[in-house]
């Protein structure tokens, strides 16, 4: 299989992310009629949007644009943000619609969990790229592979949550 150049591959990443994009935007417009079901369906599609971001990128980004990539984004998205919420605030839950304080004022904390999940999503797919063929001693044989790539990215994301969490937003 030919690889294709990184840019093709960013160019199938955004494309993704405008496919969920419009769908965010249909799911507003839905949500302006004032029906209380489509309005919950906005606010949990925009919770997720992140890690749905993190996904396109994660399979954009993987040059054979697997499942195993896709995994690997989701996987690396909600371990950065389990990390993160926990070593913010460790009674908190999930921390995706919280404001965050950056450059002395708050920022909602949608945007920046988006920038968050782009980041995770380019790591996970950079991962996919570079993990995807190991090969595993034989009695680790079944962890070979594109089974690993979700395993390597989770101890990724954990040290990107802590990085963030406790030397970049403190700084800011």
Same mark, same amino acid.
């Given at each position: ?11 199938i990443?955004?494309s ?8 965010l ?12 079901g ?11 949007f ?12 993987g ?15 909600l371990?950065?943000?389990a ?7 460790a ?10 304080s ?9 945007? %920046? ?13 950079m ?20 089974? %690993?790539v979700?395993?390597?990215?989770s ?18």
């Open positions: 299989m030919k690889k294709e150049s990184l840019v093709k591959r960013l160019a990443s955004l993704y992310v405008a496919v969920t994009a419009i769908l935007v249909i799911f507003w417009a839905g949500s302006l009629t004032g029906n209380s489509l309005e919950g369906v906005f606010n949990a599609y925009k919770m997720i992140p890690l749905i971001i993190s996904i396109a990128f994660a399979v954009g980004i040059f054979d644009h697997s499942g195993a990539a896709a995994l690997a984004g989701a996987v690396g998205y371990v950065f943000g990390s993160f919420s926990v070593l913010i605030d009674k908190a839950q999930f921390l995706v619609n919280a404001p965050i950056i450059f002395g004022g708050e920022v909602k904390g949608q945007i %920046f969990f988006i920038i968050c999940g782009l980041v995770m999503g380019l790591v996970s797919g991962m996919y790229n570079k993990f995807y063929n190991i090969k595993m001693p034989e009695w680790l044989a079944f962890f070979g592979g594109r089974r %690993f979700p395993i390597i990215t101890v990724v994301a954990l040290f990107i949550g802590s990085f963030v969490a406790n030397i970049v937003l403190p700084h800011l």
